[in-house]
Each structure stands twice: as structure tokens, then as C-alpha cells.
């Protein structure tokens, strides 16, 4: 038996952290995907994502739901939470905080399949809702609704 695991190299887990300055700064990191061979799908529900609007510095609020099928690699959920945390004080509109999720996701893991929802509380009186998807759904995956409600208060 190997003294090797799939969890090595990894720089974030299993002690203090800090949040990055900015998502640019973050580090995503991905680990094998120990049952590469079986179909499935992963779900990160994020209901208290934050951003700052990049004109007036006021803070956006965001639930954001995030689905894969992985393929050879998983997201390590440390480096994620850390990812999405280093959004906190970034200035982006709501369609590209949510894009530049999708694709750094995408960059670091290669999943079979991504989609994220951003579910945007109002600015100006308007919620705004961004969706993005790699491809169609894997036919032989269970790949339950979303579930978030269209904008009554988000509740």
C-alpha cells in the first residue's frame, strides 16, 4: 500500500486559511475523483454569496447553487469556500461574478458537466438571475431541480 493519497498537496486544508484578496488570487484546488467510474452529481448551495457592485461599492447578495458531474476531478470544498469568500470585497456585476465561477470551475476540474445558478437579490428593484451550463445533462445522472424561487423575498 502507498503511503499516497489523493489528498496530498494540498495547500488549504486542514489548517488556517485567509480569504484571498480577489477571486484572481484564489486558489482552486481539485483532487482525483475516487469513483471516477460511477455517474453522479455534486451540489454546492451557496445562500450567502456577497459581491460589491463595481460602480457604487455596495454590496450585492446572491444565492448562488452550483451542480457537476465530475469527471476525473473533484473540487476540494476548502479551496471552493475560499474561492467564493474572496468574492466579499470584489467589485463585478452579477453576470460576471457568476460566469467567472462557471469557468474557473470548469479550468480547474474539467467536470463531464457544470451548471451554476446565480440567484441575485435586487438591485434598484430588480433581481437579476444568471444561468450558465457546460453542455446538456448527462442522460444516465439524477440532476434534481435547482429549487431556488423565482424572486417572492428569495424565501
Known amino acids: 500500500m502507498s503511503d499516497k493519497t489523493i489528498y496530498e498537496g494540498l495547500s488549504q486544508l486542514g489548517g488556517s486559511s485567509a480569504l484571498p484578496d480577489s477571486p484572481e488570487k484564489a486558489v482552486l ?69 457568476t460566469i467567472t465561477i462557471a469557468k474557473r470551475l470548469t479550468e480547474c476540474m474539467a467536470p463531464t458537466w457544470l451548471r451554476i445558478g446565480g440567484y441575485w437579490f435586487p ?8 444561468f450558465y451550463q457546460t453542455g446538456k445533462p448527462p442522460e444516465d445522472v439524477w440532476i434534481p431541480e435547482q429549487g431556488v424561487a423565482p424572486y417572492r423575498g428569495r424565501g
Open 29 to 97: 484546488e481539485r483532487v482525483v475523483n475516487p469513483q471516477k467510474d460511477t455517474p453522479y452529481l455534486v451540489r454546492f448551495t451557496v445562500p450567502e454569496f456577497t459581491s460589491l457592485c463595481p460602480i457604487t461599492g455596495a454590496p450585492d447578495f446572491a444565492h448562488i447553487m452550483i451542480d457537476y458531474v465530475p469527471g476525473e476531478f473533484l473540487v476540494e470544498s476548502k479551496s471552493l469556500k475560499l474561492f467564493l469568500g474572496s468574492f466579499r470585497n470584489h467589485g463585478a456585476f452579477h453576470e460576471d461574478c
Open 123 to 130: 438591485r434598484g428593484g430588480i433581481p437579476i438571475d444568471v
